[in-house]
């Protein structure tokens, strides 16, 4: 009788206990301390650019918590913004730059962060938080950050460069690469006018987009993200591209390198966020906080070789000195004063921009 009734309780106790747990995590939500174990994997959906994580980061998160990723990549802004403008395809994490958030975020295409879900925002630098393109970031937290500049082949030069008037010097013709990037590019273009790249004059756009077809010539293609490969293969003598782009490419061919233009250049902040109808939100949420972890914030940024947010990362001397020191990562206050971010624009600048660059498309005859 006695055993019984303790048997009785036991089984009401262990009822109790699992109604406690049950009520303590949300549906789906990662147990504390990883998912790892049994049952079936918990799904993850990642759109991202290419060559832009460890894959070992990917390896390690689905191991600790349980996951299966499944990681698509994009080579432009442009890319990424229409598939999610045409509608979610399922995607749990994409990876915008700073002014498409804010566009994407205005137009209902982000779920808002539970930051309670992301106690590792401690770790970032107060720098990049709160930033205008996203006020308490209510959408996103930063990934990476660094420069578009210049990526050039030594030998071909003759030595180093530090200008922009490099990319349309007519003894390079037929060798000059730029992004395939609207906005990118033609800030670029503007910046070296003296104009600003986030410019809402229809006479400066025109004198940009006059500029570029003037020095056509030049222009041997427009690269998505790929400019690099361009420089590694010999096809391309300089490339306008993103920074860690190159001091990846250049682990491969010491006579690669990278400047930042003395007249200035973009300073653009990649962004984790959640679109719209993420089927698997709590997950994503668990690896947003898991990249925000330091060890795993500089694991990334030693690998892609770009600048991290991650202020604990630095301070714990778990980024490489190397890097670290490499001015065209982490430029000198000097450098970084000229540097600019690119911003949303209206619909009707937009617009603008639009046809400058098809006529400039269209008169180069690169695709």
């Known amino acids: 009788m006695e055993f019984g009734v303790m048997r009785r309780l036991s089984q009401v106790l262990s009822y109790v206990v699992l109604f406690v747990v049950a009520a303590l995590l949300p549906l789906g939500c990662t147990p504390p301390g990883g998912g790892g174990g049994g049952g079936a994997p918990q ?16 390896k390690d998160f689905e191991q600790k ?6 990681y698509d990549t994009f080579d432009s802004p442009d890319t990424l913004y229409a598939k999610l403008k045409a509608g ?39 720098v990049f938080l709160d930033p205008p393109y996203d006020p308490g970031n209510k959408y996103s937290v930063p990934y990476q950050w660094g420069t578009q500049g210049i990526g050039y082949n030594q030998e071909k030069t003759g ?5 922009m008037a490099a990319m349309f010097d007519p003894k390079y013709k037929g060798k000059v690469a730029w992004l395939d990037e609207m906005r990118a590019t033609m800030g670029a273009v503007l910046l070296y006018l003296g104009y600003s790249p986030n410019t809402e004059d229809a006479k400066e756009i025109t004198a940009a987009k006059d500029f570029m077809i003037k020095h056509k010539d030049t222009i041997g293609a427009f690269a998505g993200d790929d400019g690099q490969n361009l420089l590694i293969q010999g096809d391309m003598d300089l490339v306008y591209e993103y920074s860690g782009d190159i001091f990846q490419a250049g682990t491969e061919d010491p006579n690669l390198k990278y400047v930042i233009p003395k ?21 994503a949420e668990a690896f947003i906080n898991y990249v925000l972890e330091p060890k795993v914030g500089a694991q990334i940024s030693n690998f892609i070789h770009y600048g991290s947010p991650n202020l604990a990362a630095r301070e714990q001397g778990l980024i490489t000195k190397e890097d ?5 990562i982490y ?18 600048v937009r617009k603008l921009y639009d046809q400058a660059w098809t006529a400039i498309k269209v008169a180069v005859g690169k695709g």
Do not use: C
């Open 159 to 163: 030595g180093p460069i530090d200008s």
């Open 263 to 283: 007249e200035g250049a973009i300073l653009w902040t990649d962004n984790l966020v959640i679109p719209k109808g993420a089927p698997h939100k709590a997950t």
């Open 331 to 348: 430029p000198p206050p000097e450098t970084f004063a000229k540097l600019q971010f690119i911003q949303e624009v209206p619909p009707e």
């Open 324 to 328: 670290l020191e490499n001015p065209g």
């Open 43 to 58: 799904a993850l959906s990642i759109y991202n650019w290419s060559t832009y994580i460890d894959p070992q980061v990917l």
């Open 65 to 70: 918590f349980n996951a299966k990723i499944t």
């Open 88 to 126: 979610n395809p399922g995607y749990d994490i994409v990876v915008p730059p700073d002014y498409l958030v804010e566009r994407m975020g205005k137009e209902g295409l982000l779920e808002p962060l539970d930051q309670t879900k992301l106690p590792n925002m401690a770790n970032l630098d107060p």
